[in-house]
């Protein structure tokens, strides 16, 4: 098997800056260069100061300051790198199609065609072709298609090896991954393109979890992944509402199911709702991949998930407002927390826009607070819904920088992200700082009830009466 030297990864985001690092950092003989095509981005890569790394993620800037131009590059020098590289990742995003057939619910696979076209221009030797993204099922098909035919005349291997770590514990997933999937053919080539990847794996993973599969069942298991992970959140939040109505407690229900082995206790958070950029976009995809199919029974079971979804975040907003004696107009509150998890920068589809649009929309005052998140992409995530008018969103929703401050005056807060800092504020102070009845909206069941009942507060714990 040919050693492998050089690696390239076509994108720089949240999987191809961590991934690659812990690459590079697992494997030291190995020159990994990941390239993207936004120069910003790049350029927070190689920022100096690791603070202003474009992904916030616990132990990610270590690794860039141990590994950073040794055998570690960011680079715009897209043709170059894949010139050079014996496997080329591709990890480029692949959002939900706002357009044409299939909108609203296929993946837009137009930046994989395009880095697709852009290896068959430059590669001038056989390179591994690893889809790091996630795709639909069948994606595999359309890459070898397109480098195939208008190729060198070089091989290409490809393979499938979707990524499965989470946002905010992205380094120690990917350090202790459960299992890495490799999908590819199983030609004589395409098993030794498959134990050429499991071999950068083997640096630091057991044998016995990585997976080799065709690569057909590698790109749908990912998408199945995804899909089984949010219907266990969806499954616990529809429990929730049934627990606001009954006095039973949606941690002590989580806790007696999750003792059954069968069940097991992980992935049974009550919250306002999962975020992020994947879970919703995977399931949509997989729903429009089984209607697609004719399989409606099954497209119309996975999207229930979201169904669950959207009416558990709209119903924290409607919470707040019939709380609220029925009107939120004119009054401040106070939201702790944006990212749609804690521990990351990310804000993608996080539960807190949503709640903030409804809001909003009764003209109440909004102020955020979030540790990791700039007042820019919290901005940015309000005027791309296109509600109101960006003048309206600035005037309206304020970014504050002193969490405690914030609450001064305020009507209520809500907890949108479960950072655990949150845990730690003087909530006496807070309490004095509020007018009151000072009200208080958990929708990440952060905080102990009885505590804050006796510190004075109204209440309100997702999925407790
Ligand atoms: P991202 O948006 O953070 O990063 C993608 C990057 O690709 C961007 O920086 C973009 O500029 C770059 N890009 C797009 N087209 C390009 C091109 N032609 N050439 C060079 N660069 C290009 O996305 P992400 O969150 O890293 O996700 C990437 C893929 O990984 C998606 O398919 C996603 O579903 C999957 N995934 C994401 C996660 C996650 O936690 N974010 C986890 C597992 C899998
Ligand atoms: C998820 C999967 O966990 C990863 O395995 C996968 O690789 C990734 O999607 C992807 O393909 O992008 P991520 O979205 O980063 O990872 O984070 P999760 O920890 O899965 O959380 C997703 C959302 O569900 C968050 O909003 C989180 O707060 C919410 N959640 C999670 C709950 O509300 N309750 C839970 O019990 C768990």
């Known amino acids: 098997m040919k050693k492998t030297t050089k690696i390239c990864c076509i994108g720089a985001g949240y999987v191809g800056g961590p991934t690659m690092s812990v690459i590079a950092n697992q494997c030291p003989e190995i020159q990994v260069t990941v390239v993207d095509i936004n120069q910003d981005r790049i350029n927070q890569w190689n920022d100096e100061d690791l603070d202003k790394l474009p992904v916030y993620e616990p132990g990610l800037k270590e690794i860039i300051a141990s590994n950073r131009n040794k055998n570690l590059f960011f680079s715009t020098e897209v043709d170059k790198a894949i010139e050079e590289a014996d496997i080329i990742f591709i990890s480029v995003n692949t959002p939900t199609k706002t357009y044409g057939k299939g909108k609203g619910q296929a993946a837009d ?3 994989i065609e395009l880095c697709a076209r852009n290896i068959a221009k430059v590669a001038k030797t056989d390179k591994i ?3 790091k993204s996630t795709l639909p099922v069948r994606t595999a098909g359309a890459i070898k298609s397109i480098l195939e035919n208008t190729g060198n005349g070089v091989n290409f291997e490809i393979l499938s090896n979707p990524e499965f770590l989470a946002e905010g514990t992205a380094v120690d997933d ?3 991954a459960d299992r890495v999937l490799i999908g590819g053919d199983d030609t004589p080539t395409g098993q030794k393109a498959k134990d050429t990847l499991s071999a950068i794996y083997e640096h630091w993973l057991p044998k016995d979890r990585i997976l080799q599969t065709n690569v057909w069942s590698s790109e ?3 998408l199945v992944a995804n899909a089984f992970l949010a219907q266990r959140v969806s499954s616990i939040n ?6 606001e109505r009954t006095d039973a407690n949606v941690a002590e229900v989580a806790r007696a199911i999750g003792y059954d082995s069968r069940i097991g206790s992980k992935f049974l958070n009550s919250s306002v709702g999962f975020g992020g950029s994947c879970f919703q976009k995977d399931i949509l995809n997989l729903v429009y991949i089984a209607s697609s199919f004719g399989l409606q029974e099954v ?7 979201i169904i669950m979804n959207d009416y558990q975040k709209r119903r924290f907003a409607e919470n707040i407002i019939s709380t609220l004696y029925n009107t939120v107009s004119g009054k401040k509150i106070v939201f702790y927390g944006w990212a749609f998890k804690k521990d990351t920068n990310d804000t993608r589809e996080s539960a807190a826009i949503y709640v903030a649009d409804a809001l909003l929309e009764e003209r109440a ?7 990791k998140v700039s007042e820019k992409t919290i901005y940015a995530d309000m005027d791309y819904l296109n509600t109101r008018t960006p003048e309206e969103n600035r005037r309206l929703l304020k970014v504050v920088k002193d969490p405690i401050k914030a609450t001064e005056e305020a009507h209520a807060i809500a907890i949108l992200t479960e950072w655990d800092e949150f845990k730690t504020y003087d909530w006496d102070k807070i309490y004095n700082n509020m007018l009151k009845p000072a009200f208080v909206f958990d929708g990440r069941r952060l905080l ?3 505590t804050m009942t006796a510190k004075g507060f109204e209440f309100y714990k997702i999925g407790q009466s």
Do not use: G, H, R, T
């Not at 529809?238 to 627990?243: F, Q, R, T």
């Not at 497209?299 to 998930?305: I, T």
């Open 109 to 111: 696979l137009k930046f």
């Open 129 to 131: 072709v690893v889809e």
């Open 174 to 176: 990917l350090l202790n």
């Open 220 to 222: 749908l298991s990912k």
């Open 238 to 243: 529809s429990i929730s509402a049934l627990c």
């Open 299 to 305: 497209a119309d079971y996975w999207e229930q998930v």
């Open 365 to 371: 005052e909004i102020i955020v607070y979030d540790p």
């Open 448 to 450: 102990d009830s009885e």
